[in-house]
């Protein structure tokens, strides 16, 4: 079955820095990625997602990539706020219609 | 205002108790989920149900019971055969299984006492 691994579990950045985080999967027949963001004490909210036919997809400061032939994808944020720090969690869409979902990757902003 | 609901926001139980927790959607999606957080972890699901009256297994059912009666409606009880009950349980609803995008609800708090 799909297991997804995420990567680094815990990332801190430099107020305005960019921040990458990284996916792996092993199911090719997966073709759906999204990213959720965490904030402490609530459910996650979905910020971008990716289907196997693109290869990038963009909205504002958050970009996702995606390898299909490396079987990786990647969330990365440009000019990172305050309100950017929160747990960040991938997933991929299995041959069963099910979400498996990385780890997770807590992203601090210092100030 | 549509959306998911998910109540109560905290919730406490002693040893031995079964419990429901209540997810509700007004979003006419088809296909509801229940998943367990614990912290530092990511999600594993519980059980999904993609059509009234009708519910599966997901990876960790264990323990767990759940009903769909309703379209808007997806209980989950957690019974006393649950070994280790305490976590963060998330609701979630798609507009089907196979249109992949999921919403979440605010999550509830079970600890047992």
């Known amino acids: 079955g799909e297991n997804v691994e995420q990567h680094p579990s815990t990332l801190s950045v430099q107020e305005g820095d960019s921040a990458v985080i990284k996916c792996t999967y092993s199911?090719?027949?997966?073709?759906?990625f999204p990213w959720y963001k965490q904030e402490l004490g609530k459910g996650p909210q979905l910020i971008i997602d990716?289907?196997?036919n693109v290869g990038e997809k963009k909205d504002q400061r958050i970009a996702v990539t995606l390898n299909k032939t490396a079987k990786h994808f990647s969330l990365h944020i440009t000019e990172t706020q305050p309100e950017d720090s929160a747990v960040y969690f991938c997933a991929a869409l299995d041959s069963n219609y099910q979400l498996i979902w990385g780890a997770g990757t807590k992203l601090i902003i210092k100030p | 205002d549509g959306g998911i609901t998910q109540s109560p926001k905290y919730l406490f139980r002693k040893e031995g108790q079964n419990v429901t927790l209540s997810c509700e959607q007004n979003l006419n999606h088809d296909a509801m989920y229940w998943y367990r957080q614990d912290p530092g972890q990511g999600l594993r699901l519980i059980y999904y149900s993609q059509i009234v009256n009708d519910f599966q297994k997901g990876d960790i059912a264990e323990g767990y019971s759940v009903s769909r009666e309703k379209k808007e409606s997806f209980p989950l009880t957690v019974t006393s055969a649950q070994k280790n009950p305490t976590a963060f349980y998330l609701c979630?609803?798609?507009?089907?299984?196979?249109?992949?995008?999921?919403?979440f609800g605010p999550g509830t708090r079970l600890t047992v006492l």
């Open positions: 979630a609803s798609g507009r089907d299984q196979s249109t992949d995008t999921q919403y």
């Open positions: 199911d090719s027949a997966s073709n759906y």
């Open positions: 990716i289907r196997s």
